[in-house]
């Protein structure tokens, strides 16, 4: 299985980046992950929806032909743990090979992003910097995988 994650701009917070480094270290033991770190949209007299626009068209460039896209949206589903790992399996098992998960920038994903994709997929109800967002989804895909696998990660 092959996981890409499609980053809006680097990772500015250190301990951040040095965490999301180590979880794809550690990624690599169940999945070939690709992190792709896109140029962000400048926001210089632009309407928020206008820079969400800009930034949907980034990211949907990037995207395998026939990825199953995953949105990260506060507006999403939530699931647990046990649940990701559920469908990761689902997924795996069913032949699908490539998967993308998008996390948009500040604002958030647009409508053109949000429509393509197959999932639309919370983290929380509560709220986090996009870049915290980075490094959770990180450790959520190592602990389902490591569910899968039955190790005593997720205890």
């Known amino acids: 299985m092959q996981i890409e994650l499609l980053f809006l701009g680097k990772t500015k917070e250190k301990y951040l980046a040095v965490g999301i480094e180590d979880f794809a270290a550690r990624l690599k033991r169940f999945a070939k992950v690709n992190i792709k770190v896109l140029k962000d949209v400048k926001p210089v007299g632009k309407p928020d929806l206008k ?10 460039n990037h995207l395998h032909k026939r990825t199953f896209l995953i949105a990260l949206d506060p507006g999403g589903k939530v699931l647990s743990s046990e649940g990701l790992a559920k469908h990761l399996g689902n997924w795996r098992d069913s032949g699908r090979n490539h998967i993308t998960l998008v996390l948009g920038g500040s604002l958030g994903l647009g409508r053109g992003v949000l429509d393509r994709a197959d999932l639309i997929l919370s983290l929380s ?7 915290m967002a980075r490094l959770i989804i990180m450790e959520q895909l190592y602990r389902a995988f490591n569910i899968l696998a039955g190790t005593g990660y997720h205890k």
């Open 125 to 131: 109800k509560l709220t986090f910097t996009h870049e």
């Open 51 to 60: 820079i969400k626009d800009e930034e949907g068209k980034v990211l949907l």
